[in-house]
């Protein structure tokens, strides 16, 4: 089945600073791409997603690169804040109301 | 904010015993999804549903986990005899569309 590498798995940067996480997936046939963030003790929240007839999406802050033929994608969070600490999750899906394959997250600590 | 009603919040069971956890998904979304986070944040696809039939599945070769999504009323997890390692996190996540899940607050199992 698919497999979804995510690095790092700790990442550390100074507030104001840009955060970069960086997700391969295996099976090209993959579509949809979303990227979650999850506090602890909270639920996973869809932060921003990008399909496979885009290569980059920006949601504020977020941005979301997407690279087909690599078959990687990557979250880049600009001008990081304190609240922006939390375990970032990327996942892979093919077809429609597919499952998603989880990276094994990257916990974020933005340091003021 | 995601409108997925997860019960109970916490569920505390003996070895062998059953546990059941019901999901109540966003008005108006045909799709439940039912995902398991271990304590190394690693997320398990488990089952999903469009409307009250079967989409995809792992194989519960342990045949010790059995879901359903009956009209009208909340769809469930439910785990026939507990062992220790179930212990984890397990998510409910609706979707609309066919791509975007939406995750209610989970269930935290603990099997003593």
């Known amino acids: 089945g698919e497999q979804v590498e995510q690095l790092p798995s700790i990442l550390r940067v100074q507030e104001g600073s840009s955060a970069s996480i960086n997700c391969s997936y295996e099976?090209?046939?993959?579509?949809?791409f979303p990227w979650y963030k999850q506090e602890p003790g909270e639920n996973p929240k869809l932060i921003i997603d990008i399909r496979s007839n885009m290569e980059r999406k920006q949601i504020q802050e977020l941005i979301v690169l997407l690279d087909k033929k690599a078959k990687r994608f990557s979250l880049h969070i600009t001008d990081t804040q304190p609240g922006d600490s939390a375990m970032y999750f990327c996942?892979?899906?093919?077809?429609?109301?597919?499952?998603?394959?989880f990276g094994k997250g990257t916990k974020l600590s933005v340091k003021s | 904010n995601s409108k997925v009603i997860q019960t109970p919040r916490y569920l505390v069971k003996g070895q062998g015993q059953k546990a059941k956890m019901r999901c109540i998904p966003e008005?108006?979304?045909?799709?439940v999804f039912w995902y398991q986070q271990n304590k190394n944040n690693e997320f398990k696809f488990l089952i999903n549903?469009?409307?009250?039939?079967?989409?995809?599945q792992i194989d519960m070769t342990e045949k010790r986990f059995s879901a359903e999504c009956p009209s009208n009323s909340p769809c469930s997890l439910e785990i026939q005899s507990s062992e220790a390692g179930d212990s984890a996190l397990y998510l409910c996540?609706?979707?609309?569309?066919?791509?975007?899940?939406?995750f209610g607050p989970g269930t935290r199992l603990t099997v003593l």
């Open positions: 099976d090209s046939a993959s579509n949809y």
């Open positions: 008005k108006g979304h045909p799709v």
């Open positions: 549903f469009q409307n009250q039939e079967v989409l995809q």
């Open positions: 996942a892979a899906s093919k077809g429609s109301n597919a499952k998603l394959t």
């Open positions: 996540a609706s979707s609309l569309s066919i791509y975007e899940q939406y």
